[in-house]
Nanobody
Framework: QVQLVESGGGLVQPGGSLRLSCAAS????????MGWYRQAPGKQRELVAG???????NYADFVKGRFTISRDNAKNTVYLQMNSLKPEDTAVYYC??????????????WGQGTQVTVSS
């Protein structure tokens, strides 16, 4: 019923930048919060950044000042601009959306993940 499709991952050198995108589609009535999580090998999935439908944002301490989350409500799309990337940012990045379907069911949905590798 709902698809979250991520793009923009890849290999980048330390200090470089990447921009992730996540587009939601399907039987969607309204999207509330959207966010980005990441999971490195052997570690638990952790919140990177979140944004409400009104544009209020929150960030994990380890990305403050380096990453910026934004969204285009008309396109049901959330972005993550990642600057000054570090090797420890290497992980699979997942998009998350809390949304309301046209059936009036509400729930959390996840993308398939996109690999970000920071290495020289």
């Amino acid at each position: 019923q709902v698809q979250l499709v991520e793009s923009g991952g890849g290999l980048v050198q330390p200090g470089g930048s990447l921009r992730l995108s996540c587009a939601a589609s399907g039987n969607i009535f309204s999207i509330y919060a959207m966010g980005w999580y990441r999971q490195a090998p052997g570690k638990q999935r952790e919140l990177v950044a979140g944004i409400t439908s009104g544009g209020r944002t929150n960030y994990a301490d380890f990305v403050k000042g380096r990453f910026t989350i934004s969204r285009d409500n008309a396109k049901n799309t959330v972005y993550l601009q990642m600057n000054s990337l570090k090797p420890e940012d290497t992980a699979v990045y997942y998009c998350n959306a809390n949304l309301l379907l046209r059936t009036m069911a509400q729930g959390d949905y996840w993308g398939q993940g996109t690999q970000v590798t920071v290495s020289s």
